[in-house]
């Protein structure tokens, strides 16, 4: 079936640094793929989508693109900011609306 | 823009009690979702709706029972809870299927605890 493994954490960088969370799926079809984050006490927000191969998403920031070839879909930030501080979720929706998560990557980002 | 209401935002459950995790949504959406989170866990659906009075069951569905009589409530049953239900629950909707429409909103979450 469809899954998700995305780089566990934590994840602690300083201010200004360059972030990559890596992420890789299983799937059938042409799933989209998606980034969530988790700010403390809240419920999942949509970061950033891409719905087929060699699309880029992009958010505030923060991008990844869809490579079909590695089965990938890294998210990047080339300057993280303290409020980035979160749990970052890579999921896909495959074919038939099921959503699978990984497992969260947790950003510490200090000032 | 009230989007996904959940309550209550925490509870403790005792053992054997039963209770429901209200959910309810203001955008009209068809599809509704069920989700558990537990520690450096990633979400497990539980149930989901595709429209009011159709549910289907997800990955992790013992334990748990739905209902959906309108589209905007989508009510989560437990019945005789136990330990391993403690976690923390979200509700999610989207309008549909298909690449346009996919995008799960989400609830705050309920944090629950058995014991």
């Known amino acids: 079936g469809n899954s998700v493994t995305q780089m566990e954490g934590p994840v602690t960088l300083s201010e200004e640094a360059f972030l990559t969370i890596n992420c890789t799926y299983t799937?059938?079809?042409?799933?989209?793929l998606f980034w969530y984050v988790q700010y403390p006490g809240e419920g999942l927000q949509l970061l950033l989508k891409?719905?087929?191969?060699?699309d880029k998403g992009s958010n505030k920031g923060f991008e990844a693109t869809y490579r079909k070839e590695t089965t990938s879909f890294h998210l990047e930030k080339g300057s993280v900011q303290v409020s980035d501080s979160a749990v970052y979720f890579c999921?896909?929706?495959?074919?038939?609306?099921?959503?699978?998560f990984g497992a969260g990557t947790r950003l510490t980002v200090k000032p | 823009n009230a989007g996904v209401t959940q309550t209550p935002k925490f509870h403790i459950l005792k053992i054997g009690q039963s209770m429901t995790l209200q959910c309810t949504q203001d955008m009209n959406h068809n599809y509704m979702y069920w989700y558990r989170q537990d520690p450096g866990m990633g979400l497990k659906l539980i149930y989901y709706s595709v429209g009011a009075g159709i549910t289907d069951k997800g990955e992790v569905p013992n334990g748990y029972n739905v209902s959906r009589s309108t589209t905007e409530d989508f009510p989560l049953r437990l019945e005789l809870a136990a330990p391993s239900q403690t976690s923390v629950y979200f509700c999610?909707?989207?309008?549909?299927?298909?690449?346009?429409?996919?995008?799960?909103?989400f609830g705050a979450g309920t944090r629950l605890s058995v014991l």
């Open positions: 999921a896909l929706s495959g074919n038939n609306n099921d959503m699978r």
């Open positions: 999610a909707s989207s309008l549909g299927q298909g690449r346009a429409k996919n995008i799960q909103y």
């Open positions: 891409a719905t087929k191969a060699d």
């Open positions: 799937a059938t079809g042409y799933p989209s």
